[in-house]
Antibody
């Protein structure tokens, strides 16, 4: 069974860049049946899809964040990463990485989530 | 404001049946499949229902999903205390070119 684990700083200053990495275990990130996504959840609020990448490096982003988001993949390390630039307090949230399975068209496995706080 | 609309709360007594609705539009639920996720307190969401009405292995058959037009529903029968959680619907939105979620429904087992 695929497992995902987020890692990265828990505190980022306003206007700086948030950087997170998701390590995939129990399966290859090269799987042709999965896309790799980031989803976030502000405290007490709902889920927001940030974007996804496939193993060819093709990306798709939420248009509300598109100008500030970059997702990349490192197949040699079985990892994919998120960068969100020019962060503000509104970007404070729990960030989840998740695998999207093309056969079920759903997010089948999720990381435990990591809280990122934007504050000076 | 979420693209998909869910009631903020629902409740039921143990053993009862509860239904949670999810309303969307032609660009999301109306033209794509719906998934449901369960989020227990302090944990990550877990896939509960995929492609409208399919259950992943390990999900009890007390949970069922349905879709009609631009709306979908999650039904939970034989309610148990461990079902107390937040439930989210989700679908691909072709107009927004993005995955969208409902605002979530907090289920309380009385």
């Amino acid at each position: 069974q695929v497992q995902l684990q987020e890692s990265g700083p828990g505190l980022v200053k306003p206007s700086q860049t948030l950087s997170l990495t998701c390590t995939v275990s129990g399966g290859s990130i090269r799987s042709g049946y999965h896309y790799w996504s980031w989803i976030r959840q502000p405290a007490g609020k709902g889920l927001e899809w940030i974007g996804r990448i496939d193993t060819s490096g093709s990306t798709k982003y939420n248009s509300s964040l598109k100008s500030r988001v970059s997702i990349s993949v490192d197949t040699s390390k079985n990892q994919f990463s998120l960068e969100l630039s020019f962060v503000t307090a509104a970007d404070t949230a729990v960030y989840y990485c998740a695998s999207y399975t093309t056969s079920w068209q759903s997010f089948d496995f999720w990381g435990q989530g990591t809280l990122v706080t934007v504050s000076s | 404001q979420s693209v998909l609309t869910q009631p903020p709360s629902a409740s039921g007594s143990p053993g009862q049946r509860v239904t949670i609705s999810c309303s969307g539009s032609s660009s999301n639920i109306g033209s794509n499949t719906v998934n449901w996720y369960q989020q227990l307190p302090g944990t990550a969401p877990k896939l509960l229902i995929y492609t409208n009405n399919q259950r992943p292995s390990g999900v009890p058959d007390r949970f069922s999903g349905s879709k009609s037009g631009t709306s979908a529903s999650l039904a939970i029968s034989g309610l148990q205390s461990e079902d107390e959680a937040d439930y989210y619907c989700s679908a691909w939105d072709g107009s927004l070119d993005a995955w969208v979620f409902g605002g979530g429904t907090k289920l309380t087992v009385l």
